[in-house]
């Protein structure tokens, strides 16, 4: 899922991102992976720790922390793979204050 997510936001945000802004990009990205995040189960495997489940919640933990890392590891890598050159024109452009995307108004 994250590496699909990595590799479909760029395409999409070069395609039909409307005229937005580069930094509008994140909510794109994150409203997919949101639903991933190990949040409930790293906290429940500190919850089983306390409780006295050592093998049990130290292996929760783990494994919520391997979903996690990976999470980010194949986020990034659909950046690298279609994420390139994004911000060229941006980048290129000079740096005065009305030409910087987020000073539109």
């Known amino acids: 899922v994250p590496f699909n997510i990595g590799l479909v936001t760029p395409l999409v945000w070069r395609f039909c991102n409307g005229g937005q802004d580069l930094c509008h990009i994140t909510p794109m990205y994150m409203g997919a992976l949101l639903i991933h ?9 500190v919850i089983e720790i306390l409780q006295g489940s050592i093998v049990h919640g130290a292996s929760r933990l783990i494994k919520g922390l391997i979903q996690a890392t990976s999470l980010a590891v194949f ?3 659909g950046w690298q793979v279609f994420g390139r050159n994004l911000a060229s024109e941006w980048l290129l ?4 204050g009305e030409t910087l995307p987020f000073t539109k108004g």
């Open 37 to 45: 995040l190990p949040g409930a189960e790293i906290v429940w495997a």
């Open 75 to 77: 986020l990034v890598l």
């Open 93 to 96: 452009s000079d740096l005065k």
